[in-house]
């Protein structure tokens, strides 16, 4: 392709909400044949709600929320946002936890009114030997079946709750799906969250592929892995923890609306945050350079 003709790409890209790093981008992007998508923040909304409040036998809702509200309140993730603006509205102001520790892909514990509390995956409150009893237990499959994140609290060497939060499908998702299928490329759902939350989010926008319950850190493996089938690999995140997989990926894309760190890593930033423009970009650079060629 001549450099002219990959400049026109380029400024075309700008007029699509595309962002494209340098016209050299536009060559690996020809090639792609699979669409690793981050779920939370990329195919869902990534905005939670705190939907579900499910306190243990004989736990006070109110000192649950207080409690793990207050913990959340220090964590940046989208589901400890939830939580904590939800408990805020139900319980007024939570106090400052007097330590705080994140476990990234899993979850937060810290000390909060002098009480050891551990929120976050059934797993981590495992490593503090914490066990969900069979009603929460069945509060959780219950709401994970429905496609809702379902969280753990636990404080004072036992489980005490779950806390369900939803997030939504982005409304152009199933859209953005349809036309990368359409282009014959393979989408794939890759998330930290669990398999049945990931299945239930991925049946409706139609992928059939998931990857489910990955450690942000091992993300950057599924796409080398992918690499070492042959395929020829796209990643389309958002967070923070997206950043190395970007990179590694024949093709990175960030959503506008994610992190600068997101967006630093990737080839190509999709700025209004819409996923279908991940598709009119590997369209956009099969047309400039399938037209020269
Ligand atoms: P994703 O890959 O979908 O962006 P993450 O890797 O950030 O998700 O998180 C994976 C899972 O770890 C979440 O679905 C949740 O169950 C748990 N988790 C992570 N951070 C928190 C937190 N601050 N509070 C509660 N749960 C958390
Ligand atoms: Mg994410």
């Known amino acids: 392709a001549t450099p002219t003709a990959l400049l026109v790409g380029t400024g075309r890209g700008a007029q699509l909400g595309i962002l494209i790093k340098g016209p050299e981008v536009l060559e690996s992007t020809r090639k792609v044949d699979t669409v690793v998508l981050d779920k939370t923040g990329t195919v869902t909304t990534g905005k939670m709600t705190l939907a579900e409040v499910i306190p243990a036998a ?32 139900e319980v007024g102001d939570l106090p400052d936890p007097e330590d705080f520790t994140n476990v990234e892909g899993k979850g937060v514990h810290g000390i909060v009114d002098g009480r050891g509390v551990v929120v976050g995956r059934e797993s981590l409150l495992a490593d503090w030997s914490q ?26 060497g036992h489980a005490r709750g779950v806390l369900v939060v939803a997030d939504t499908v982005k409304p152009t998702s199933t859209e953005a799906i349809r036309r990368l299928k359409s282009l014959g490329l393979t989408p794939v759902l890759l998330t930290g969250d669990n ?14 592929n998931v990857i489910a319950e990955v ?41 506008g609306t994610g992190t600068d760190v997101a967006i630093e890593a990737a080839d190509i930033t ?22 020269i060629k």
Do not use: Y
């Open 215 to 255: 450690l942000p850190k091992d993300k950057v493996d599924v796409i080398s892995q992918l690499q070492t089938e042959g395929k020829v690999v796209a990643m389309v995140g958002d967070g923070v923890n997206d950043a190395p997989a970007l990179a590694q990926a024949d093709l990175g894309l960030a959503m």
């Open 195 to 208: 398999q049945t939350v990931a299945e239930q989010i991925a049946v409706e926008v139609g992928i059939e």
């Open 58 to 89: 004989g736990v006070d809702r109110t000192e649950l929320l207080r409690l793990a509200g207050a913990l959340e309140n220090a964590s940046e993730h989208p589901i400890a946002q939830a939580i904590a603006k939800g408990a805020t509205q």
């Open 131 to 156: 066990h969900l009893n069979p009603d929460l237990a069945e509060a959780k499959a219950r709401a994970e079946a429905q496609g809702k994140t379902a969280v753990a609290v636990g404080w004072d």
């Open 270 to 291: 999709l700025v209004r945050g819409d996923l279908r423009s991940a598709a009119d970009a590997i369209r956009l650079s099969r047309r400039t350079l399938g037209t």
